[in-house]
């Protein structure tokens, strides 16, 4: 029969034009079977729309309809995952292909082994290396790279941004019932992405300003430790199928109130409120907004309540298990966000709890799975569909761009991380999300601007260890090992108990001399995770770039113990 592409079970045969699953003959109709042959021989790049035009309908005039027909078919019979829409460039398989007789396409995508794709070729370099410095020539270093990171760990007295600029604070849960909690978070912060999908404003993340939870707060202080002009504060009463919700905007500089306003409706009724609250503050901060853009930021409303009150406590959840670390609320938020999506399959919100859950697991280490194929296969899948629910929606993006770049999908994960920053400049995790792709494809001047812009629309960010590690890394690609140790030493002070920023301590550690540093910090980082360390020292890295990657396993190595400190003339 000729040569043949083999995934997933399925196996095509272009010379007979058959397709067969485990071995069954599958009925597919002569357009779909030229759009997957087109994509599955082309598996190790995005496919652009006039290729496949020309390949599936040559010679013909065709509408775009026409080809997401196609594209629909082979999505219902290989899989949401299995064909991803690359924004402005056009689709790319994404389950692993090799030909009949084990030679794979694509060699570097041949196989999805995760959290990349990447093993190393290069073998660890040795040689001599004269002593480190004395630990006064090293503090000296990373004095002077201090001096260059004055943003890092500055929360106070930050510029007022050069257009308006804003922080919704978490209302309060004025119910009888303490667990409305989630319900009252999810107004604000809908309130927050309402306001934050207009580029003529300055939204601070969400992150940063529910670290005002609980607390009584001058606004006149939070002005200055999140760099705002305003601050929206208010409550929300839940009473069976009724919502009562208070708002009032402040211009925090001064203290003066500027507008507020009480709204009392039934329960379905609560997306309106969010958008009136929203418009009334554009119209009061930024009358200068033009209504196209109010009309372009409307979101979707979701179809079944139901669903999306359960897709708003898995959201609850997902962000309180993130922020303890605990596996257990984790994956109660996974199975409330999959219950809220097995109820309404159009739920956007429970697609990108998934999605980001699936993320953030494949990207964590103390999870020490040994396969996490599975859980990367379900976010890209659950991204996918909520992009196609609501193209603009920059979340879906900004998860799908980070787990294309766990696994190594370089071009096509900044392709959707600049996306996600092109339709909301406020989002803080685009930012962050994109930094880290810029990372893992070697572009480190990229990341640390990506990631300082991040770290200003959250200033306050509990997450901000993963924004120092970030930057780490991208000093440590830059060979800039004083700077390197100043963000690795910031992420590890606020996390120390994630094997993610002990990692990276260790790499720095290496790069500035530390070495005693380095190996403490590796053996928690091993102990941690032991099935996680055993595969990144294998090669199994995130680094696409040969340089980069050779010298982060050398710095590991020689932490480990592997090599000896000697081998760090490597590093130079």
Known sequence: MGHSYRFDGFEVFPGTRQLLNDGALVILGGRAFDLLHCLVENS??????????????????????????????????????????????????????????????????ATLPTPSVLSVKDEMSGGNRRKADSRRGRETAIDKAKATLDDLGNLADLDLPDRPSIAVLPFLNLSSDPQQDYFADAISEDITTELSRFKALFVIARNSAFTYKGRAVDVRIVSKELG??????????????????????????????????????????VFEVQEEVAQSIVGAIAPQIHAAEQNMAKRQRPSNLKAHDLAMRANANSNDAIRRNDPVLWQQALTEARAAVAMDATSVLALTVI?????????????????????????????????????????????????????????EGRAMGERGVELNPNDCLAWSNLAFVEVFSGSPEK???????????????????????????????????????????LAASAAPHSPSTQAVLAIAAVG??????????????????????????????????????????????????LQDESAAVGLR
Not at 361 to 377: C, N, R, T
Not at 459 to 469: A, E, G, V
Not at 528 to 533: D, F, K, N, Q, V
Not at 549 to 559: D, H, M, T
């Open 44 to 109: 190790h790049r995005t496919v652009a729309k006039n290729e496949m035009f020309d390949r599936v309908w040559p010679g013909l005039v065709v509408t775009e309809n026409n080809l997401s027909v196609q594209v629909s078919v082979l999505r219902r019979l290989l899989g949401a995952h299995a064909l991803m829409n690359v924004p402005g460039r056009g689709y790319r398989f994404m389950l692993p292909v090799a030909v009949a007789g084990g030679v794979a396409l694509g060699e570097e995508l």
């Open 228 to 269: 705002v002009r305003y601050v929206l504060e208010g409550s929300v009463r839940r009473a069976g199928e009724r919502v009562r919700v208070t708002a009032q905007l402040i211009e925090a500089v001064t203290g003066n109130h500027l507008w507020a306003e009480k709204y009392d409706r039934v329960l379905e009724d």
């Open 355 to 411: 999605a980001e859950l699936s993320a953030r697991y494949v990207g964590a280490p103390q999870f020490d799975e040994q396969d996490l194929s599975v859980p990367w296969k379900e976010g890209v899948a659950a991204a996918g569909q909520a992009i196609d629910l609501d193209p603009i929606a920059s979340p879906a993006y900004r998860w799908m761009g980070l787990l294309l770049g766990f696994g190594g999908f370089y071009d």
């Open 447 to 489: 990341a640390l601007a990506h990631q300082a812009q991040a770290m200003r629309l959250s200033p306050r960010d509990p997450n901000q260890y993963l924004f120092n590690c970030c930057r780490a890394l991208a000093f440590f690609e830059m060979k800039d090992y004083a700077q390197a140790m100043v963000c690795a030493r």
């Open 512 to 561: 500035i001399g530390e070495l005693a540093l380095a190996r403490s910090a590796y053996a928690f980082y091993s102990q941690s995770c032991p099935a996680y360390t055993k595969r990144i020292m294998s090669g199994d890295t995130t680094f696409g770039n040969p340089e980069h990657r050779r010298r982060a396993l050398l710095a590991l190595a020689i932490a480990a113990g």
